[in-house]
T-cell receptor
């Protein structure tokens, strides 16, 4: 069974204090790994797709990287508006279900001014 | 482009009543997915639909739950005879193709069963 584990569950940073969120995954064959951002009372907002080990994607203060077993979401010099829950999800290569996202429980990031 | 529209945003039902959740996908998106988010749990896949077809309902409880995506109108997730354990946030997502994984999610319907 596909599994996604995110750590830490919660992270509190001061504005400007860089850090990383972790997403470990177990999947028979990885078709893709996805990062989403979710604000309170809202649906997930798509951030990045990573397909192969060594791949990196960047968007403003966020940078996502991928290895064969985990992904990191690096946050450089965060601002209070980066506060949100960050979700990681995977899609397997297995035939017949390669459209199902398996999500982790998320990391709640709080950035204090 | 209005994005994925879900309504109602909040729904309160008494035990035993029916809940109907609606999802209008983004314009041009013919693939719709429903996910459920229970308190302290991650988002869980429920069902995948295309126009007039249920492609995969393996994540949906076999009893009391049903989904449809008619030729005209929104996708509907229907829960009959709701129980307290059905209380959750239900999210709908859409995509133009099944392999386009940057799904656009709606803001969800928060169902509370009292």
């Amino acid at each position: 069974e596909d599994q996604v584990t995110q750590s830490p569950e919660a992270l509190r940073l001061q504005e400007g204090e860089s850090s990383s969120l972790n997403c470990s995954y177990t999947v028979s064959g990885l078709r893709g790994l996805f990062w989403y951002r979710q604000d309170p009372g809202k649906g997930p907002e798509f951030l990045f797709t990573l397909y192969s080990a060594g791949e990196e994607k960047e968007k403003e203060r966020l940078k996502a990287t991928l290895t064969k077993k985990e992904s990191f979401l690096h946050i450089t010099a965060p601002k209070p508006e980066d506060s949100a829950t960050y979700l990681c999800a995977v899609v397997p290569y297995s035939g017949g279900s390669n459209y199902k996202l398996t999500f982790g429980k998320g990391t709640l990031l709080t950035v204090n001014p | 482009n209005a994005g994925v529209m879900q309504n109602p945003r909040h729904l309160v039902r008494r035990r035993g009543q029916e809940a109907r959740l609606r999802c209008s996908p983004m314009k041009g998106h013919s693939h719709v997915y429903w996910y459920r988010q229970l308190p302290e749990e991650g988002l869980k896949f429920m069902v995948y639909l295309q126009k007039e077809n249920i492609i995969d309902e393996s994540g949906m409880p076999k009893e009391r739950f049903s989904a449809e995506f008619p030729k005209e109108g929104p996708s509907i997730l229907r829960i009959q005879q709701v129980v307290r354990g059905d209380s959750a946030a239900y999210f709908c997502a859409s995509s133009p193709r099944w392999e386009d994984y940057g799904y656009t999610f709606g803001s969800g319907t928060r169902l509370t069963v009292v």
